[in-house]
T-cell receptor, first 115, second 107 residues
Framework: GAVVSQHPSWVICKSGTSVKIECRSL??????MFWYRQFPKQSLMLMAT?????????EQGVEKDKFLINHASLTLSTLTVTSAHPEDSSFYIC???????????FGPGTRLTVL | KNEVEQSPQNLTAQEGEFITINCSYS?????LHWLQQHPGGGIVSLFM???GKKKHGRLIATINIQEKHSSLHITASHPRDSAVYIC?????????FGTGTSLTVIP
């Protein structure tokens, strides 16, 4: 099946720093990628939808200036958490969808801990 | 009220048992996904359904569009099936997720 990778798999950073998370589709082209956040013992929450070559669409309540999403190519999307704070500590998961299919393929997730 | 409800929330089974996890939703959907999340957090998409039934190995997923209900069945369960199973539905441009069913299969 299709493979989606994320890098890094975990990261610890100091409060105030910025962290970039990469999401790559390894064997298919993804015109659409999704970014989710998951807090402990909770379900996934969609943060934003990114389409290659255009601006991301953010869900209500998600600050676009804090969570910068770039989808510059058909195989790579990045999420940058700017000026991270401890409350941003979470598990961030991306998924990718190859057109014209509806199925999504999920990355393994990135665990962010902000000290 | 959540758009997607799963039951049970937690499930413990003996190895070899037949397992059923249920998902009910309240919105019109174009597709329903069953996801498996392992303790490390990684997510695997098990099925995407828009009608009928799909089978992959020991896993079977069914959906009844009229009743807005889907079930995930695991036959001959095994300890490696222990994970959180999440039901998600796509409605227009929105994705709604259930809170998951935590399954533990005991040897």
């Amino acid at each position: 099946g299709a493979v989606v990778s994320q890098h890094p798999s975990w990261v610890i950073c100091k409060s105030g720093t910025s962290v970039k998370i990469e999401c790559r589709s390894l064997d298919f082209q993804a015109t659409t990628m999704f970014w989710y956040r998951q807090f402990p013992k909770q379900s996934l929450m969609l943060m934003a939808t990114s389409n290659e070559g255009s601006k991301a669409t953010y869900e209500q309540g998600v600050e676009k200036d804090k969570f910068l999403i770039n989808h510059a190519s058909l195989t790579l999307s990045t999420l940058t958490v700017t000026s991270a704070h401890p409350e941003d500590s979470s598990f961030y998961i991306c998924s990718a969808r190859p057109q014209p299919h509806n199925e999504q393929f999920f990355g393994p997730g990135t665990r962010l801990t902000v000290l | 009220k959540n758009e997607v409800e799963q039951s049970p929330q937690n499930l413990t089974a003996q190895e070899g048992e037949f397992i059923t996890i249920n998902c009910s939703y309240s919105v019109g959907i174009s597709a329903l996904h069953w996801l498996q999340q392992h303790p490390g957090g990684g997510i695997v998409s098990l099925f995407m359904l828009s009608s009928g039934k799909k089978k992959h190995g020991r896993l079977i997923a069914t959906i009844n569009i009229q009743e807005k209900h889907s079930s995930l069945h695991i036959t001959a369960s095994h300890p490696r099936d222990s994970a959180v199973y999440i039901c998600a539905v796509r409605s227009g441009n929105q994705f709604y997720f259930g809170t998951g069913t935590s399954l533990t299969v005991i040897p």
